[in-house]
């Protein structure tokens, strides 16, 4: 079963009235995390909160692998993943930073989101299952990994045209 935001979930009423400065390490052991498009497995780490002048301020260090669909042969693989961020959230709206996060009136912080956004920022732009991954034919799409289809590769064969015409202007 897939584990909701709501793990994310910090009640940081004691945090509010506590002195400035001090700080509270919260522990998380996640097995499995689904939040909308993103699936993450063995989720763990620490999300620190702070006490400030401004509100509760959240460091946060996760690493987990997240399921990605490689670029080149659209098979589905687990990448490992370092989630981390800075984030503080204000106790008023005079408060507010660029983020505007505020701590909510029962004190109940949702982190999930945070997670959500900073777990799709560690991600590759173009995820390959492996540096070596020949990803699929252009003319059967075959994946090239398993099986060799018989087809020219574009990479290996893109200039080859450019290359004999060059080679005849040398004989000439």
């Not at 490689?70 to 408060?95: G, H, K």
């Amino acid at each position: 079963m897939d584990t909701l935001r709501q793990a994310f979930r910090i009640n940081v009423g004691f945090l509010i009235s506590a002195d400035i400065g001090y700080y509270r390490e919260f522990d998380f052991e996640i097995e499995r995390y689904r939040d909308d498009d993103l699936l993450l497995l063995d989720l763990e780490g620490i999300i620190k909160g702070t006490r400030t002048q401004q509100g509760i301020f959240f460091e946060a260090d996760l690493r987990g692998k997240v399921e990605l669909e490689c670029s080149r042969c659209l098979v589905n693989y687990w990448q490992p993943i370092r989630i981390q961020f800075e984030e503080l959230y204000a106790f008023t709206r005079d408060q507010i930073t660029d983020s505007e996060l505020i701590i909510p009136d029962n004190a109940q912080i949702e982190l999930g989101e945070l997670v959500r956004e900073y777990a799709i920022l560690g991600c590759p732009i173009q995820p390959k299952c492996s540096e070596d991954c020949k990803g699929l034919c252009a003319v059967c799409g075959v994946d090239l990994n398993k099986e060799d289809c018989g087809h020219r590769s574009e990479q290996e064969n893109a200039f080859s045209k450019l290359l004999e015409l060059k080679n005849k202007t040398k004989d000439n």
